[in-house]
């Protein structure tokens, strides 16, 4: 409603470029961008483009494992999912594995960006995420970045340390790089 400059809030209507939107999340919010980003490619609003996603430490799961991936880690992983989503069919549901969903390659933006944790169980998923979504014929450009000795969301527990930093300053050129690559 306010992409054409004339919505009910002049905030919005002076201050923000719709044409330059990024989708961003940690966690679980990665996924939630991860899939914001496949429904805007499928559905296309008018007046957004979404310039790129921001990917931090993303929640993604399955029943195959992959990598150094533990089947303690995937059972935790499993009944967390069927708590928060007790109508889902699996963990290799898309919202969840979107190595399972048949858009990946429709997703509406040429640039992801994924950020992953060395010591996180889950950064293998987030690495592998990059290669399929390159291989899915989605003709954008991902890149990967990894903090070495961290775990899951640590940026969170201690938003002044050397990692955490160097990732908000990787975050925040991606938004000024719009023209360019991550």
């Excluded at 923000?16 to 999340?25: C, N, P, S, T, Y």
């Amino acid at each position: 409603s306010h992409s054409n400059g004339s919505g009910n809030e002049d905030w919005l209507n002076s201050h923000v470029d719709f044409k330059q939107v990024f989708f961003a999340g940690d966690s679980a919010g990665a996924n939630i961008a991860h899939n914001m980003g496949i429904r805007i490619g499928n559905e296309k609003l008018e007046g957004l483009d979404v310039s790129g996603i921001v990917l931090i430490h993303p929640y993604f799961w399955g029943y195959q494992l992959i990598g150094n991936e533990t089947e303690d880690v995937g059972s935790k992983s499993e009944k967390l999912w069927r708590f928060t989503c007790p109508t889902t069919t699996s963990c290799d549901d898309p919202l969840m594995n979107p190595f399972f969903d048949p858009n990946l390659g429709s997703l509406g933006c040429n640039k992801v960006l994924v950020c992953v944790a060395e010591k996180d169980s889950l950064s293998q998923r987030g690495k592998f995420y990059c290669d399929i979504l390159v291989k899915s014929g989605w003709g954008g450009v991902a890149e990967m970045m990894e903090a070495k000795d961290e775990g899951h969301v640590f940026h969170l527990h201690n938003p002044t340390c050397e990692n955490a930093v160097a990732m908000l300053k990787r975050l925040v050129f991606a938004s000024h790089a719009l023209n360019g690559y991550f």
